[in-house]
Nanobody, 118 residues
């Protein structure tokens, strides 16, 4: 599975951005696709994930503000991020898991930088 993330950039506090992740490879329906983020000097954290059938999972701090969606015809997953705050400045990575939403994510894209200004 190959993953290509895009859509990062600069947003103001309270603003929005939408990230995209294009997936390629075989049997993509078998994979949950997710987003993680890594802020400077911190560990990589889970953000959200979605299965082929549309089941979702979010970290608590983004519930109600971030929405993950998936266009299976385009093999693309999106992360709509609203009400962003400066603490969410990070490199955002998309990843794929063959073991469901809570499985281990073994395939990673290159990351896209999100900067939120105060």
């Amino acid at each position: 599975v190959q993953l290509q993330a895009s859509g990062g950039g600069l947003a103001q506090s309270g603003g929005s951005l939408r990230l995209s992740c294009a997936a390629s490879g075989r049997a993509l329906s078998a994979y949950a696709l997710g987003w993680f983020r890594q802020a400077p000097g911190k560990e990589r954290d889970f953000v959200a994930a979605i299965t082929w059938s549309g089941a979702t999972r979010y970290r608590d701090s983004v519930k109600g503000r971030f929405t993950i969606s998936r266009d299976n015809a385009k093999n693309t997953v999106y992360l709509q991020m609203d009400s962003l705050n400066p603490e969410e400045t990070a490199i955002y990575y998309c990843a794929a898991s063959s073991a469901g939403l809570y499985g281990r994510y073994l395939y990673w894209g290159q990351g896209t930088l999100v900067t939120v200004s105060s």
